[in-house]
Structure formats: structure tokens, C-alpha cells
């Protein structure tokens, strides 16, 4: 059996078992090969193994039978002893509710019991006090204090409970009877009010702390109470006030007697109130009068900046102050003591601020206009100027005297910057110190006084003297210093711009000023806009009047018929190589017309080609202004003037070719004009320019095309839009129109 145990090792494994089972048994595995072999002794060892295995099987059945019963048995005497415990436990709960109505009858009997005697007891005891206090009334009355309390000095706890007692009686007796005992108890009740309040200071100055909550819970009960409460109060601040900064020196100060007031003390919220009112009221006040009133009249900058700091300082302790406990509202109770100090000063504020802003903003521009040596000019306003300045629109008409600038545009980054330093300045104290409900009102009055000094004394006055510089259109020469003027006008209202945002905005987000601000900042930016838009449109005339001046200078009525046409193309050629350097060149210098000039830089060149050094002079200086309104001005604004130059630029050329006849070679140095004018063009970079001059150089082709191909021409796809008109006035210009007949087409 032994055996047959070790065989049923885990894991069980049946076809593991019998293979091994055969390979014990002797000649019944492979060990020894087939002939070893013996079927039957393998069979007889098999029968063997399955007795052994019931015989196994019944063992352990009759064990499991065994330990069932066992199990059954345990099953049974547990469940009556389960019954026996919950038996014991019901007679154990109805014992103890029984106990529990026994104890509740007792409690009851007790408590009407010590009811009764209470009832008996207080009268007694009062009784017993009545008696107590009469006999120290009589002592009083008879004028010799004998008790021990009132002699003994360590008993001064209990003589002031009994003469605060006996105070309070002699207050309800007649006066005309015991006029004598009552004034001898006030004098009794002062002398011990008195002493109570040295021993309080005394043990505040020894730092005790057991001491002085006995002495203050005496005289909580007393008049002095307040007395004492006031000298802890002087005292605590001996010695507090040593450095310079006040502020500092109260915050340290209130931290410190903090936790001492509540270890002392009984009400402590009230006891700090005061400590911080008594400071607020005499301390911060006289230091805040200190640096104030020695400015206000004296020096106005000055006492804004300090109202600015001293305020700033306040609040901060303030909201320091509000970590302790100082009743029930101690943001109304700290803001009405701020107030206290500040009302007077901050009623003037604003007025003050108004005009130290005014006085300050002349005084800067003032000094700009003096470094200058430039005395500011009156700028009319009444209805004759705006007809001046409507006539010399509409007409460019010289009304008046041009001014000579010198190139000065009259604006400084300098002093806009102190400008805006200074209103932002002023913008951060309107913050602080307005009152809520006046805030919108107040920072919109700094706000005009910016508009007032920057906008319409500094901008505007710079774009009228602009405007004033700018010559007539016919003027010769003449240097164009407007768009220096844009320029730098944008760059101020862009700073402008970015204070009203952000320093403005927020004061008034949620007001009904925030329309006026608005209404206020878009009629500036039209009133600028008004201006430079005139000024940009002069300026351009004066451009075209340039152009203009150059094309009547060097162009003669006889360059577009030349005599020796064979000479002239090869002149004109080695001209067109050299036409990038000679527009570089005159880029470099002045915008002299005189042939001298081109000749002096390239000496090389043909002088005799005027229709080509027109057209190149002309090109430089285009593209020189192109490059000025590119650096004066930003955005979209770039392309809208490049594009009213452009389109003012064409006008003046289309108009200028029509003043000549073109023989057949005059066509071509033409048509090589107008592709000089369009590859000067490109520089606008704005497609309807080159739109216009890739038509006009449509329709110069009009002029040295075959008359058989005139038709055809007109009908290709740039010209066939135009009006017939058009086409038939530049085809007039030819030399040959009579003669080859060319009228015919258009009729």
C-alpha cells in the first residue's frame, strides 16, 4: 500500500500512473526488450493493484462516514449552545432596562431634590451677601474702615468686588440722607479704580501677562475699564516708533500685541479695534499731514506722488490689519478710518491733478517749441480759413505765404513719451485715490487733457505747419517733408492708441463714459485724418507738379520727329544701357533737371537724346517717392497712396504724349518711353498701375503700327475695351495720319 501511495503523487495524472505502475512491475515495461516481456505478470500485477485499490477506497470511506458523524454531533451541541446564550442574553436585557428605569427614577428624584434645595439655598446665600454687604455699609457709615479688605493690599481683588457692589447700592439711595456714605464709597471706588490700574500697568511693563488678565477682569466690572484699555494702549506703542517707516513699524506693532490681547483681555476684537483706530488717528495722521501739507501749495508734483504713496501704503496696511479680528465688519471699520485721514485731501485730488496736468503739459511743449528757437504759430479757425483751405484743395492755389520748415516735422518721440509718462502717471493715482463713482468721470478728464495736449497742441499743430510747408503744385525743386510728418504722426498715435487701451479702458469699461471716450478718440482720428489726408494729396500734386516740371524742362517738341533717325537709334541705344545707372545716380542727388547734371555722371552718354533724358529723370524720381511712401507710411495705407500716385502718375504721362506728333522713329523712342515709365511701374507693386501703363503701352504701339494693321491692332485684346475715341486721338498723333489716311478707320 505503500507503494501504491507514492503513486498517487500530485498533479494526478491517470495515464502517468499506469506507466508507471508498469515499469515497477518486472517484465512489464521495455527494460530488458521484447523477450523480457511477460504479458501475464503484467495482468496478475494489475489485478493485484485493483484489490489493493478498493480495499483503499473502503478505508477511506469508512473514514469519511466517520469524521460526517463526528461533524454532525459538534453541528448539534453548538446549536444548543447557541439557544443556551440567547436565552442568558434576553434575561441579561430585560435586567438592564429594568436598571436603566430604576436609574432614571433616581436621576429624577435628585434633580427636584437639588431643585428644592436651590430653591432654599439662593435666598440664603443672598441673604448671607445682603448681610456681608451691610456690615462693610455700616463701616462706610460710620467712617472706619476696619475689614481686613480694605487693608490688606493682597486683597484688593475682593475689595473691589465688594465696593463695585456697594457703588452700585449707594447710586439708588437718597441723596439728602447719605450724601456723607455715598461720596465716601466714589472716593473708595476711584482709590481702588486708581490702584487697579497702576497694578495693570506695572504688570504690563514686567510682562506679565497672568497678572494683567486678573487686574482687566476686575476692572472689566468698573468705569476705568476704557482708562485701562487706553493706557495699554499708550503703553504697547513706547518704544514702537523708532525706525522711519511708520507703516512698517504699525504692521510689526499690531502683529506683536495681537496675541497678547487675547490672552489678556476678554472682548480682544474691541481692544485691537481701538489700538488700530488710536494709531490711525494720531500716528498715520500726523506722519500723512507731515508730508503732505509741506507740499500741497509748494511743489504739486511732489504732493501727488507722496497722496499717491502714502495712500498706497494705507491700503496696504489695511489689508494687513484685516488678518486679525476686529469685529464683525472690519473692512467698513478700516476704510472709515482711511477716510478720516484722507477726506480733505482727496476731495481737491482730482482739481489738482487737472491742473498740474495742464501746467505740466504746456510747460513740456513749451520747452520742445524753445529748443526748436521756434515760436508756435496761432492756427486760424474761423469760416475764412476753412475757405482758404477749401479753395487751395479744390484749386492749389497759393493763399498765402509758404513756410520754410527746413525739413523740421515739429513732432518729438521725446516728448510724447513724457507725455504719456506723465498721463499714465496720472491715470495710476486716479485709480487709486477716486472715489468709485467718480472714477469714470475723473480718468475722462485726463483723457482730454491728453487730447488736449498731444493730439490737438503737439499733432495737429505739427500737421497744420506741415500742411502750411507744403508748396504749390507748380513749385520748382521744392523738398516734400509732409510724409516725414505722416510718418512720425502714426508712430505718437500708435502710442497713443495703446495707453488708451491700456491704461484707460479699464478705468472705464463699465460706465457710460466709456461712449464719450470712444465718441472723443474717433473725432480725433477724423480730424487727423481730414489733415493728412489733405497733406497726402497735396503732397502727391506737388509730385505730379514735379514730374511735370521735369517732362516740360527736358522734353522739346521736335524729340519725337528727329531729323537723323538713323543717328538717333544708335544714341538710343547706348542710352538704354546705361538707364538703371543713370536713375541710381539720381536717386543720389538733388532733383535738378539740367542736363549738366547727367552729364557730369556719366559723361558717356549723349546729351542729345532729351526725349530719353526726360523719361529717366523722371523714372529716378518717381521711384524715390515710391521709396519715401513705402518708409512713411504702414499697411493698407501704403497701397492706397502708392495707387493714387500711380494712377495720378499715368494721367500725367498719357496727357504728356498727346501734346506731340510721332513720325515713325518718334513712335519707337515712345513706345520705349512708356516701357521705361512701366518697368518703373513695377515699383508700386499695386496691379492696376501696371495695369494702366501696360495699356498706354498698348496704344503707343498705335503709333508706329502699319496703317493696313491699324484695325486689327485696335481690335487685339488690351484695346478692344476702350473707347473708340480714345483709340482715334492717339492714332491723330501720328504724322502720317493725313497722308496714309488713318480717319478712315474710325468713321
Not at 491715470?427 to 487733457?449: G, T, V
Not at 499695386?686 to 504701339?701: E, I, R, Y
Amino acid at each position: 500500500m505503500a507503494t501504491t501511495a507514492q503513486l498517487f503523487e500530485e498533479p494526478f495524472d491517470a495515464d502517468e500512473y499506469i506507466e508507471r505502475l508498469a515499469w515497477r512491475t518486472p517484465g512489464g515495461g521495455s527494460k530488458g526488450g521484447a523477450e523480457a516481456f511477460d504479458p501475464k505478470r503484467l495482468l496478475e500485477e494489475f489485478e493485484n493493484h485493483i484489490e489493493e485499490l478498493k480495499q483503499l477506497d473502503e478505508k477511506i470511506q469508512r473514514r469519511v462516514e466517520k469524521l460526517e458523524h463526528q461533524c454532525h454531533r459538534e453541528a448539534k451541541e453548538f446549536a444548543h449552545k447557541v439557544q443556551d446564550l440567547q436565552r442568558s442574553n434576553q434575561v441579561a436585557f430585560q435586567h438592564f432596562q429594568e436598571l436603566d428605569e430604576h436609574i432614571s427614577y433616581v436621576a429624577t428624584k435628585v434633580c427636584h431634590l437639588g431643585d428644592q434645595l436651590e430653591g432654599v439655598n439662593t435666598p440664603r446665600q443672598r441673604a448671607v451677601e445682603a448681610q456681608r454687604l451691610m456690615t462693610y455699609f455700616n463701616e462706610f457709615l460710620d467712617g472706619d474702615l476696619r475689614s481686613d479688605v480694605f487693608n490688606n493690599p493682597d486683597k484688593i481683588k475682593e475689595a473691589a468686588d465688594i465696593i463695585q457692589k456697594l457703588h452700585l447700592i449707594a447710586q439708588e439711595l437718597p441723596f439728602d440722607r447719605f450724601a456723607d456714605v455715598k461720596a465716601k464709597i466714589a472716593s473708595k471706588y476711584h482709590d481702588l479704580e486708581r490702584q487697579l490700574i497702576q497694578e495693570f500697568t506695572a504688570a504690563q511693563r514686567r510682562g506679565e501677562i497672568g497678572r494683567m488678565r486678573e487686574v482687566a477682569a476686575v476692572l472689566l466690572h468698573f468705569k476705568g475699564y476704557a482708562h485701562c484699555v487706553d493706557v495699554y494702549i499708550k503703553q504697547c506703542q513706547e518704544g514702537a516708533y523708532l525706525r522711519n517707516d511708520v507703516f512698517e513699524d504699525t504692521a510689526i506693532l499690531c502683529q506683536r500685541v495681537n496675541k497678547q490681547v487675547g490672552e489678556v483681555f476678554s472682548s480682544p476684537e474691541t481692544v485691537m479695534a481701538k489700538l488700530i483706530q488710536n494709531i490711525f488717528e494720531n500716528k498715520l495722521q500726523a506722519h500723512v499731514k507731515e508730508k503732505l501739507e509741506g507740499t500741497r501749495h509748494s511743489d504739486v508734483e511732489q504732493y501727488l506722488k507722496n497722496l499717491y504713496d502714502l495712500y498706497t501704503r494705507t491700503t496696504t496696511l489695511a489689508t494687513k490689519l484685516t488678518e486679525f479680528n476686529l469685529g464683525s465688519d472690519k473692512h467698513t471699520f478700516l476704510s472709515k478710518l482711511i477716510k478720516s485721514i484722507f477726506s480733505t485731501y482727496l476731495e481737491s485730488y482730482i482739481d489738482m491733478e487737472r491742473e498740474y496736468l495742464r501746467t505740466r503739459g504746456a510747460m513740456i511743449l513749451q520747452r520742445y517749441y524753445d529748443s526748436k528757437n521756434h515760436q508756435k504759430r496761432p492756427i486760424g479757425t474761423g469760416s475764412i480759413q476753412e475757405l482758404k483751405e477749401r479753395i487751395r484743395q479744390r484749386t492749389n492755389l497759393p493763399l498765402g505765404p509758404s513756410i520754410d520748415t527746413h525739413g523740421e516735422t515739429f513732432l518729438s518721440p521725446e516728448l510724447v513719451v513724457n507725455l504719456l509718462q506723465e498721463t499714465r502717471h496720472a491715470f495710476e493715482r486716479c485709480h487709486k485715490l477716486s472715489d468709485p463713482s467718480d472714477l469714470p468721470k475723473n480718468a475722462f478728464s485726463i483723457f482730454l487733457l491728453l487730447v488736449e495736449h498731444l493730439c490737438v497742441d503737439h499733432i495737429d499743430y505739427a500737421l497744420e505747419i506741415g500742411l502750411s510747408a507744403i508748396p504749390s503744385a507748380d513749385a520748382k525743386n521744392a523738398n516734400l517733408y509732409f510724409l516725414d510728418v505722416v510718418q512720425q504722426a502714426n508712430s505718437i498715435f500708435h502710442l497713443f492708441d495703446k495707453q488708451f487701451n491700456d491704461q484707460l479702458m479699464p478705468l472705464i469699461s463699465s460706465s457710460p463714459k466709456l461712449a464719450e471716450c470712444l465718441h472723443k478718440k474717433k473725432e480725433v482720428i477724423e480730424q487727423m485724418e481730414v489733415k493728412l489726408d489733405t497733406g497726402i494729396d497735396r503732397t502727391l500734386n506737388c509730385m505730379v507738379g514735379q514730374m511735370k516740371h521735369i517732362l516740360a524742362t527736358e522734353q522739346k517738341k521736335t524729340d519725337f520727329k528727329p531729323e537723323d533717325e538713323n543717328n538717333v537709334m544708335i544714341q538710343y541705344t547706348t542710352v538704354r544701357d546705361t538707364s538703371q545707372q543713370i536713375r541710381k545716380c539720381y536717386l543720389q542727388t538733388t532733383c535738378s533737371t539740367s542736363a549738366f547734371v547727367l552729364s557730369a555722371c556719366f559723361p558717356c552718354v549723349p546729351v542729345c537724346i532729351p526725349a530719353w533724358q526726360a523719361c529717366s529723370k523722371v523714372c529716378a524720381y518717381v521711384s524715390r517717392q515710391v521709396e519715401h511712401v513705402r518708409k512713411s507710411m504702414d499697411g493698407k495705407n501704403v497701397d492706397t497712396v502708392l495707387t493714387e500716385l500711380g494712377v495720378r502718375f499715368h494721367r500725367l504721362i498719357h496727357e504728356h504724349l498727346q501734346q506731340y506728333n510721332y513720325s515713325s522713329m518718334g513712335g519707337m523712342l515712345a513706345i520705349c518711353d512708356v516701357a521705361e515709365y512701366r518697368r518703373c511701374a513695377k515699383d508700386f507693386r499695386v496691379p492696376l498701375v501696371l495695369q494702366l501703363f501696360d495699356t498706354l503701352h498698348a496704344l503707343c504701339n498705335l503709333l508706329v503700327v502699319a496703317p493696313d494693321n491699324l484695325k486689327q491692332v485696335c481690335s487685339g485684346e488690351q484695346l478692344t475695351n476702350l473707347d473708340r475715341n480714345l483709340l482715334h486721338a492717339f492714332v491723330q498723333l501720328r504724322a502720317d495720319y493725313r497722308s496714309s489716311r488713318l480717319g478712315r478707320h474710325f468713321s
